[in-house]
């Protein structure tokens, strides 16, 4: 027998005074006593009516990026694009292959091809080819390399901020943090010549977790967080979160932000990634659903979940998070390793989207192209932070510097506990 819910009249305005404390909208509060247990989840149809909020996400969009609608429009369909024929122009071009992005200009699909002779064909699946030097199974191997030195000898990396295949550049691009020389990068890497491309000054990236006091999502001991995606496996719910979040806090307490119980972390993985997975064990309370917070005015806007994706660089990706809210920007780079002050995790996506302290674990996504919804794409991590006057630590954009934050991709997780929990992610 389910344990006894309130009426509707009276789990929506639960649910107001909850989100008025920043409660991101992947779980649901309903008013029933604290003590209450459940046999099962309460259904997600009894959650109070709520809008759509696509036109609101592309409005961020589109204030974020200094975007037309009609410019929105364009890069999502390029995006599609990206996801129709990429895998495939992959495997036809075999080792000809030089990576693929959406032009941060012109928002068109672009394929690089070692051989001028294989323009053709990426002509004839709708995108702009482009000659390149390497392949891209040539820079991955070098940044395997660098991968492998990190892995052996933490040491050996002191001195660098992350290091990624650049696609469009056609280079391995390895940043060095600020104070630092050429010299921080191994030789056995530099040796690689004009493969390889060293940017300095990088400010060293940090967790976005552990930083606030109020107003938080979930609490994973004393670390603040945000829900990521939901999970479900048959009648029971799980939820996403950073791996890092439930390292640093009693991982067999997680609680919402008014200090009710939600479950204990069952699975998780840091460093070297950087996810985890929590087990709604209190679903009489907490309802879950195929739904992100649109943190916008109207309470009851949210962004219903349709399915998973994987952007290519270029491609617009936004994220929902107790720091910042809901912000947006552009892929910059996939399969990121990035040194997180001596914590070094691999296989990230990098964006211009602004991710402050309290974002770790927050769902990261994109806009649907097809239908008024938003495709899964990871779990956000961290950030490169900085002091403002009060010494809040915040994203580049409000000093005039350009936004760097990572998410460990969605694939990842649902992998791991989808063999594990048999999790699959909630859609619509």
């Given at each position: 027998?389910?344990?006894?819910?309130?009426t509707?009249?009276?789990?929506r305005?639960?649910r107001?005074?909850?989100l008025?404390?920043?409660?991101?909208?992947l779980?649901?509060?309903?008013?029933?006593p604290?003590?209450?247990t459940a046999?099962?989840?309460?259904?997600?149809a009894?959650?109070?009516?709520?809008?759509n909020?696509?036109?609101y996400?592309i409005?961020?969009?589109?204030?974020?990026?200094?975007?037309?609608?009609?410019?929105?429009?364009?890069?999502?369909?390029?995006?599609?694009?990206?996801?129709?024929?990429?895998?495939?122009l992959?495997?036809?071009l075999g080792a000809?292959?030089?990576?693929?992005w959406?032009?941060?200009g012109?928002?068109?699909?672009v394929?690089?091809?070692?051989?001028?002779?294989?323009a053709?064909?990426?002509?004839?699946?709708?995108?702009?080819?482009?000659?390149?030097?390497?392949s891209l199974d040539t820079?991955?191997?070098?940044k395997g390399?660098?991968?492998?030195?990190?892995?052996?000898?933490?040491?050996?990396?002191a001195?660098l901020?992350s290091?990624h295949v650049?696609?469009?550049?056609?280079?391995?691009?390895?940043?060095?943090v600020?104070g630092?020389s050429?010299?921080a990068?191994?030789?056995?890497?530099?040796?690689?010549?004009?493969?390889?491309r060293?940017?300095?000054?990088?400010t060293?990236?940090?967790?976005?977790?552990?930083?606030?006091d109020?107003?938080d999502?979930?609490?994973?001991?004393h670390?603040?967080?945000?829900?990521?995606?939901?999970?479900?496996?048959g009648?029971?719910g799980y939820?996403?979160t950073?791996?890092?979040?439930?390292?640093?806090?009693?991982s067999?307490q997680?609680v919402?932000?008014?200090?009710?119980f939600?479950?204990?972390?069952?699975?998780?993985?840091f460093p070297?990634?950087d996810?985890?997975i929590i087990?709604?064990?209190?679903?009489?309370?907490?309802?879950q659903?195929?739904?992100?917070?649109a943190?916008?005015?109207d309470?009851?806007?949210?962004?219903?979940?349709?399915?998973?994706?994987?952007?290519a660089?270029g491609?617009?990706?936004?994220?929902s998070?107790i720091?910042?809210?809901?912000?947006?920007g552009?892929?910059?780079?996939?399969?990121?390793?990035?040194?997180?002050e001596?914590?070094?995790?691999?296989g990230?996506?990098?964006?211009?989207?602004c991710?402050q302290p309290?974002d770790?674990g927050?769902p990261?996504?994109?806009?649907?192209?097809?239908?008024?919804?938003i495709?899964?794409?990871?779990?956000?991590?961290?950030s490169e932070?900085?002091?403002?006057?009060?010494?809040?630590?915040?994203c580049?954009?409000?000093?005039?510097?350009p936004?760097?934050?990572?998410?460990?991709?969605i694939s990842?997780?649902l992998?791991?506990?989808?063999?594990?929990?048999?999790?699959?992610l909630?859609?619509?």
């Open positions: 027998m389910s344990a006894p819910l309130i509707d009249s009276r789990r305005r639960t107001l005074r909850v008025s404390a920043a409660l991101v909208g779980l649901a509060l309903l008013s029933a604290a003590t209450a046999s099962g989840p309460a259904d997600e009894d959650r109070p009516p709520v809008r909020g696509y036109d996400l409005s961020v969009v589109q204030q974020d990026l200094g975007l037309s609608k009609d410019q929105v429009v364009s890069r999502l369909a390029s995006q599609r694009l990206s996801e129709q024929r990429g895998d495939a992959r495997k036809q000809d292959f030089g990576g693929l959406i032009d941060e012109t928002g068109t699909l394929v690089g091809v070692t051989r001028g002779d294989r053709a064909q990426v002509r004839s699946a709708g995108a702009t080819p482009k000659v390149v030097r390497h820079l991955n191997a070098i390399e660098l991968d492998r030195l990190a892995s052996d000898d933490e040491n050996a990396v001195g901020a290091w650049d696609q469009p550049s056609n280079s391995v691009v390895v940043s060095v600020s630092h050429k010299a990068v191994p030789r056995s890497v530099a040796r690689h010549g004009e493969a390889v060293v940017e300095l000054g990088a060293a990236p940090r967790l976005t977790a552990g930083f606030l109020a107003g999502l979930i609490r994973i001991g670390t603040p967080c945000s829900s990521g995606f939901n999970l479900r496996s009648n029971r939820l996403l950073a791996g890092h979040c439930a390292v640093f806090g009693n067999s997680v919402g932000s008014d200090g009710t939600i479950g204990p972390v069952v699975g998780r993985n070297n990634r996810h985890a087990a709604n064990d209190n679903p009489g309370y907490w309802v659903g195929p739904w992100v917070e943190y916008e005015a309470p009851n806007q949210i962004f219903p979940v349709t399915g998973s994706r994987a952007s660089p491609g617009l990706i936004c994220k998070g720091g910042s809210g809901v912000t947006c552009l892929v910059g780079a996939t399969n990121e390793t990035v040194n997180f001596g914590n070094v995790v691999g990230l996506t990098r964006t211009s989207s991710a309290g770790s927050s990261a996504f994109s806009p649907d192209a097809l239908q008024p919804g495709g899964a794409e990871g779990v956000t991590i961290g932070l900085f002091l403002d006057v009060n010494g809040n630590l915040r580049g954009e409000v000093f005039g510097i936004n760097r934050s990572w998410f460990t991709p990842e997780p992998t791991a506990y989808g063999l594990i929990f048999g999790v699959s909630w859609t619509v």
